[in-house]
């Protein structure tokens, strides 16, 4: 059996981490990705996730390519 480290990174600091555990554990990576491009930075960033917060709304996820 592999492992497996699955992640999500808005601004890119979440991606360089889960690459050195998954170098460490000897473990395949993958990353979950949004079809939508959200803000990332500044008060739109914050906004955005407020309102997904209180709405309860979720991105949908383009489809990945590991058979978990």
């Known amino acids: 059996m592999k492992n ?3 992640f999500y990174s808005l601004e890119g600091n979440t991606k360089f981490i889960a690459s050195q555990i ?3 554990v000897n473990a395949d990576i993958l990353e979950l990705k949004t079809k939508k491009e959200y803000p990332n930075k500044g008060f739109k960033k914050y906004f955005w996730g407020g309102r997904s917060v209180l709405f309860n709304q ?3 996820l383009i489809e990945y390519d590991k058979d978990i």
């Open 4 to 6: 497996l480290v699955v």
């Open 22 to 24: 998954a170098k460490k």
């Open 58 to 60: 979720k991105p949908e």
